[in-house]
Structures are given as C-alpha cells and as structure tokens.
C-alpha cells in the first residue's frame, strides 16, 4: 500500500482572521450606516427637535428654581417644583391681567412710529441713491420667523402667525413640564440604549450637560432681568414713548448673545428719532453704555462658570443655527453650542483621543431630584 503524501498545514490564525475581517467590515459599514441615517433624520426633524430642546431648557430652568429653593424650603423636590411653577403662573397671569389694558396701545403706538419712521429713513436714503430697504420699506419680517412647517411632518403650519406660535409655546410649557418632575427617568432611558460597560459615563456626561444648563440658564435669566429693568428705567426718564415694552424686548433678546442686543437698538433708535437729535443720542449712547457694562463686566461674572465657549465659536454657532433653522436655531444656538462642547470634549476628545489632560472629574447624581 502506497503513503499518501501528508495533507499541507493550514494555519489557524489564518482561518479565524477571514471571519474577523468580514465582521469589522460589516460592523465599520453598519456603524456609517447608523450615523447617515441619524443625521438624515436630525435634518428633516430639525424643527421638531429644537422645539423638544427649548422644552427640555424650561425644565432645566424650573428644576433650577426647585433646586435654589431648598436651602429655606426644605421639603420634597416634587413639592417644591409646583410651589415655583404656581409662583411663575400667578406672576405671568398678574403681569398678563395688569398690561391687557395698557400694553395694547403701547405696542401700536410703538408699531405706527416705527413704521413712520422707516419711511423717513427709506426718503432719506433714496435721496442718496439707496434703495436698501427693499419695494416694501423692511417690512417683510417673514424671513425672521422659524419655519413650523415640519413641527408635525406635512401638517401645513402657517409659518410666523399667532397660532402656531401659540402652539409652539404650549409645547414647550408641557414638554418642559412632564421633563421637570422627574428628569433621571428620560436620561436613564436613553443611557439603556449604550452598552452597559459605557453606560455609567455616558450618565456622568448627561448629568455634566445638566449641570451646564441649569447654571448658564439662571445667570441668562439673571441678565435678561436686569437688562430689561435698567432699559426700561433709563428710556422712560429720556421719555421714549413705549419704554416698558422697548425695556421687555431690550431683556428678552439679551438671551440671544452678541446678535440679540443689536437687534434690539434698532426700535429704540427708531423710536427716539421723532424726539430730535438730543434725544437720539442719548438713547443710543445710555443703551450703549448699559450693554457694555453688562456684556464686558455683569455677564462674565454672571457666567464665569457655565458655558465656557468661545466668541468666535458662539457667533458661527449662531449664524449656521440662523442659516439652516431659522429664529429658534439662533435662539438655541448657545446652549446647544455648551452641551456640543461637553459632549465632544467627554466622549472624542477623552474617550475616543485617550486626551485626559487637565480633564475634571465627573461625578454625582446631578439629574437625581433634590
């Protein structure tokens, strides 16, 4: 009987490295897969999800309110989260009650001497060879306005009216209300969806991001508040026509940074431009002043330890937010831009990077009711 020749050795490594091959490609392809898909439907649920956000910002601030209040109000989180939304509740309604009455007539008196004045101001550039203001004087504000087209996927919302804006609204309150009572609920449901050895960071982040929110949301207040009250003392005493609602608006787009103040100089300057020339300047000049200050010296202050971001960086944030969401992106755009930065420092530059240096530690229970 002849010897048959030996069968040729074949090398394990070499038949367990063919599987693991085909598995990491199938495993790099599916994850590519997963992240166009995510970003296709962050793009066509942009409206709906900035709207989600701005809910999710009302609950940080009301859990904050709940939270300051502990110290001399030491009961349950619960309890003490439905003392600050009946306060806010009798303060909007008080407010609402009391300006039904006169804030009407301020807003159209304000509204006829802007509209007055913009057609003095389009004579006098078109003396000049200027016709910058358009056929329609500047009026069409509709490009200002978000587009609410998409908040309920082809429901066709008519964009800048007063309905959905109501809407809008409404969402929010609700939204940031069901987020408020018990916010470690929704972040653990979403912290299951991690592998269980990542899930105790990606929690230590969520709480980080938290924390973020809640401190820059109350020093935004803070500002917002005293920039509206010294606004409106100030022009009332040059006695601008309108000062209280010229003040409301002054404070309200404080909240937008570096873009929300000058846009709110533009009705002061117009308003005080049938006063004459003294007064125009003073107005000008006081808000100036007052914005300097609070910009340079209170908000830095106020600020110092929340949202450590850039200018540079702020400003593109809020023009690529302005550019692809229109209002609400540029609204949100700060607060999205400070828990973008936690995330992609925690999770690429530390995680991912192996970079640790000089990185704080992560710790506690923020999100846990107190």
Not at 173 to 189: A, M, T
Not at 213 to 221: E, K, N, P, S, Y
Request: charged share 10%; with cysteine; proline share 6%.
């Amino acid at each position: 009987m002849t010897d048959l020749p030996p069968p040729l050795p074949v090398s394990g490594d070499a038949t367990l490295r063919e599987p693991a091959r085909w598995r990491s490609g199938l495993s790099t392809a599916l994850i590519v897969l997963v992240v166009l898909l995510g970003l296709a439907l962050v793009w066509f649920t942009a409206s709906s999800l900035l709207v989600i956000f701005a809910g999710i910002l009302f609950a940080a601030f009301l859990d904050a309110c709940a939270r300051s209040l502990r110290p001399v109000f030491p009961v349950s989180h619960t309890l003490r989260l439905a003392t600050v939304i009946a306060v806010l509740t009798l303060i909007v309604g008080f407010g609402a009650v009391r300006g039904a009455a006169q804030l009407p007539e301020q807003v159209r008196s304000l509204i006829t001497i802007i509209d007055s004045q913009i057609d003095v101001l389009q004579e006098r550039l078109l003396a000049f060879g200027i016709d910058s203001l358009g056929p329609e004087g500047g009026r069409n504000f509709q490009g200002l306005l978000p587009d609410m087209g998409q908040l309920f996927g082809h429901a066709q919302v008519a964009v800048g009216t007063a309905t959905s804006v109501l809407m809008t609204t409404i969402l929010i309150i609700f939204i940031g209300l069901s987020f408020s009572f018990d916010p470690g609920v929704y972040r653990d449901s979403i912290v299951r969806c991690v592998p269980i050895g990542r899930r105790a960071r990606v929690r230590a982040v969520f709480d980080e991001m938290g924390v973020a929110l809640r401190a820059w949301l109350v020093g935004q207040a803070v500002r917002m508040l005293l920039m509206g009250v010294v606004v409106w003392g100030s022009l009332y005493w040059l006695g601008v026509p309108g000062a209280f609602v010229l003040g409301v608006q002054a404070g309200i787009l404080n909240f937008i940074p570096y873009l929300g103040p000058i846009v709110a100089a533009v009705p002061i300057a117009l308003v005080a431009m049938p006063l004459g020339i003294g007064p125009l300047v003073w107005a000008v000049g006081i808000y100036t002043l007052i914005q300097t200050i609070e910009g340079y010296v209170i908000g830095p202050l106020i600020q110092k330890r929340t949202a450590d971001v850039p200018t540079a960086w702020t400003l593109v944030g809020i023009v690529i937010a302005g550019t692809l969401f229109g209002t609400l992106g540029v609204a949100l755009a700060m607060p999205l831009m400070a828990i973008g930065r936690i995330a992609l420092i925690r999770f690429y530059v530390e995680d991912w990077l192996g970079d640790r240096a000089g990185a704080k530690p992560l710790g506690g229970d923020a999100m846990r009711p107190t």
